[in-house]
T-cell receptor, first 110, second 113 residues
Framework: RKEVEQDPGPFNVPEGATVAFNCTYS??????FFWYRQDCRKEPKLLMS???SGNEDGRFTAQLNRASQYISLLIRDSKLSDSATYLC???????????FGAGTILRVKS | GAGVSQSPSNKVTEKGKDVELRCDPI?????LYWYRQSLGQGLEFLIY????????KSGLPSDRFSAERTGGSVSTLTIQRTQQEDSAVYLC???????????FGSGTRLTVV
């Protein structure tokens, strides 16, 4: 089983739609959770950290479910510029380094 | 510096040659990581450095790959006797400490011909 698993997509949604991604992780001792965004041929950039109580940043909401070992990202009112690959990131079982999921592709269309 | 700086941004080399890739992390960040990403693929962990601890080399694909970090700051990734399968984008990242979010550099695109 992979340490971090994501649905690769692609998710094709119209502008203005709400879209949600889930990600599962295998290390029950993980303490750090993030969502990164990667645009085509660019480096990954931190989108938001994920806190136990859940957190919101504008149109983006992240949730953590420790019991089921998954995290989610909700994007409301999708924009064309949201089109990217979204990477789920969790600190792993070995050495506490971050483990990156393979990513979920989002395509927002007009 | 303000961000993670990598050089060169692009490198084309002949099969069998050695290459050196450089990473200058954010000032004060104690942890430094190297990843590579082939076209259309996910991030592949290579190696990380944390302070004065021995580096975690568990992701290096072969003994042709090595890395060092001098003075706890700049790091160099060296690939000896390059092969075509080494072609990828090599990404460096740094963080305040283990478990913190990473900041990535813009990468070095390596092409072995």
């Amino acid at each position: 089983r992979k340490e971090v698993e994501q649905d690769p997509g692609p998710f094709n949604v119209p502008e203005g739609a709400t879209v949600a991604f889930n990600c599962t992780y295998s290390n029950s001792a993980s303490q750090s959770f993030f969502w990164y965004r990667q645009d085509c041929r660019k480096e990954p950039k931190l989108l938001m950290s994920v806190y136990s109580s859940g957190n919101e940043d504008g149109r983006f909401t992240a949730q953590l479910n420790r019991a089921s070992q998954y995290i989610s990202l909700l994007i409301r009112d999708s924009k064309l510029s949201d089109s990217a690959t979204y990477l789920c990131v969790v600190n792993g079982a070995v050495g506490n380094k971050l483990v990156f999921g393979a990513g979920t592709i989002l395509r927002v269309k007009s | 510096g303000a961000g993670v700086s990598q050089s060169p941004s692009n490198k084309v080399t002949e099969k069998g040659k050695d290459v050196e890739l450089r990473c200058d992390p954010i000032s004060g960040h104690t942890a430094l990581y190297w990843y590579r990403q082939s076209l259309g693929q996910g991030l592949e962990f290579l190696i990380y450095f944390q302070g004065n601890s021995a580096p975690d080399k568990s992701g290096l694909p072969s003994d042709r790959f090595s890395a060092e970090r001098t003075g706890g700051s700049v790091s160099t990734l060296t690939i000896q006797r390059t092969q075509q399968e080494d072609s990828a984008v090599y990404l460096c990242a740094s963080s305040q400490d283990l478990g913190y979010g990473y900041t990535f550099g813009s990468g070095t695109r390596l092409t072995v011909v």
